[in-house]
């Protein structure tokens, strides 16, 4: 970058000096050639008067003079010539001053030199007499003056580029320094081109976005590595009772009624194994957003009617109470997935309550919104467990955990089944009262 704006730079330098000098000596040249004219103008002038006063005497008496200075006839015949032999020169008639001279009473033409270097001015002016007195001055062409002064304008232009090489040479370094003293660690911490601001505002945000995505990925081999352990142990635990049971069912010394108790521990085992295989696949489903079922309007009161009939057998295992409030609040969403967001958060309702607890279901549909919360008046969650309570395979007190069962997905899903459908989840909990958990979706999104 520093040779390129140095290059440019000076070729700018040098071409601008150029041109200057191109368009001074040229206006010189034509300020001194307007001179001379009227010089020789005037002269003209001044010598007719005096021939017209005085006659050729006059001519002949002038001494010590550069100019040329010729008395034609009107008919084209020289009567004198202060430089050359009257006898030896030709008729003057057809020359351009002279017949411009005749016609209008003066005359002026310019002639070049064979070689270019040099050319003539000439100025004609008629008598009284119907006599032409011209005047002629020879006057170098720009060339000529130019290669005159060739030496002293090589020494110039050297000095010139010398200057102006060294100029580029500073005024380069002196633009790229601030951008090479840029600390991009802090971009937006710099004292530099205003024009600038916005390239690392950019550079700042794009720092921010790759360390936020660093972090999530990060966030995310973390959980992936926790989430591998979880299914390991959670698909160990099942397998090892079936294969323990097999194990001594395939020795046939197991008496009958044992053996029906051992087939229907591997058949519970068997369920849970498919249970939690099901939620795996939803939850890679729901972070996938790989959802192939069609989006339809869902009413949130009869879906919780049905998910209640389904329960009720579970429920009354453990003399809790099943209770729907609110009214009717459609969604636009996936049935399949709303139906598993509201089971999981009964079930959890159910298997975490108390002995004559209560689960409630309250719809409701205000604002542009609808409010689902399932509130139960079971052990609660304690603060400091309340914000992982919807990760994966968490759970709050691992051994009560495993005597009500499930597979440790069920907050997981719902919290996905919720990003899914853009809808918030809040959790209100008190330990040893209950907790409620209120899903809330934005009507306004589903143009319903």
């Known amino acids: ?10 070729l700018t330098t040098l071409f601008a000096l150029a041109a200057a000098a191109v368009c001074i000596i040229g206006i010189l040249f034509d300020t001194f050639e307007n001179q001379i004219r009227a010089e020789v103008e005037s002269e003209a002038g001044y010598i007719a008067q005096a021939v017209e006063n005085e006659g ?19 008919d084209g015949t020289v009567i004198f010539d202060n430089q050359a032999d009257t006898t030896a020169l030709d008729n003057h008639a057809e020359r351009e001053e002279i017949k411009e001279a005749m016609e209008k009473g003066k005359g002026m033409s310019v002639r070049y030199s064979k070689t270019l270097t040099e050319k003539t001015l000439y100025y004609a002016v008629k008598l009284s007499d119907s006599s032409i007195l011209r005047v002629s001055t020879n006057q170098y062409t720009v060339f000529t003056i130019v290669m005159g002064l060739l030496q002293p304008i090589l020494f110039i232009l050297a000095a010139v580029l010398i200057i102006t090489a060294i100029l580029s040479s500073r005024v380069s370094k002196s633009i790229v320094k601030p951008i090479n003293d840029l600390d991009l660690d ?7 081109y205003e024009e600038l601001t916005p390239l690392l505002k950019k550079i700042s945000d794009q720092k921010r976005m790759i360390s936020k995505q660093i972090e999530e990925l990060s966030k995310r081999d973390e959980m992936r590595r926790e989430f591998t352990a979880n299914v390991s142990h959670e698909l160990k635990t099942p397998l090892t009772s079936i294969s323990g049971f097999a194990e001594l069912m395939k020795n046939g010394n197991v008496p009958h009624d044992v053996a029906t108790d051992f087939s229907k521990s591997i058949y519970e085992e068997t369920q849970r194994l498919i249970s939690l295989v099901n939620d795996i696949i939803g939850l890679s489903e729901l972070e996938e957003k790989n959802i192939s079922l069609k989006k339809e309007a869902v009413d949130l009161y009869e879906l919780s009617r049905e998910i209640i009939d389904r329960l009720k057998s579970a429920a009354a295992k453990k003399n809790v109470s099943m209770n729907l409030m609110g009214g009717s609040a459609e969604v636009y969403g996936v049935r399949k997935i709303l139906d598993e967001m509201i089971y999981n958060l009964c079930d959890n309702g159910i298997k975490y309550n108390r002995e ?6 309250i719809v409701n549909d205000a604002d542009k919104k609808a409010y689902l919360t399932v509130r139960d008046t079971g052990i609660g969650i304690s603060a400091e467990h309340q914000p992982r309570v919807f990760e994966r395979f968490y759970r709050v007190d691992k051994s009560r955990s495993k005597q009500v069962g499930g597979t440790g997905l069920g907050l997981a899903i719902v919290k996905h089944g919720a990003i899914y459908h853009g809808a918030e989840i809040t959790l209100e909990s008190v330990e040893g009262k209950g907790t409620a958990v209120t899903v809330t979706f934005d009507k306004d999104q589903y143009n319903i």
């Open 186 to 192: 802090d971009p937006e911490n710099n004292e530099t």
């Open 56 to 74: 050729i005497s006059f001519l002949e008496s002038l001494e010590d003079t550069d100019r040329r200075i010729t008395l034609i006839n009107s």
């Open 1 to 10: 970058m520093n040779k390129k704006i140095f290059h440019f730079t000076f």
């Open 356 to 361: 004559n607890g209560t689960v409630d279901i």
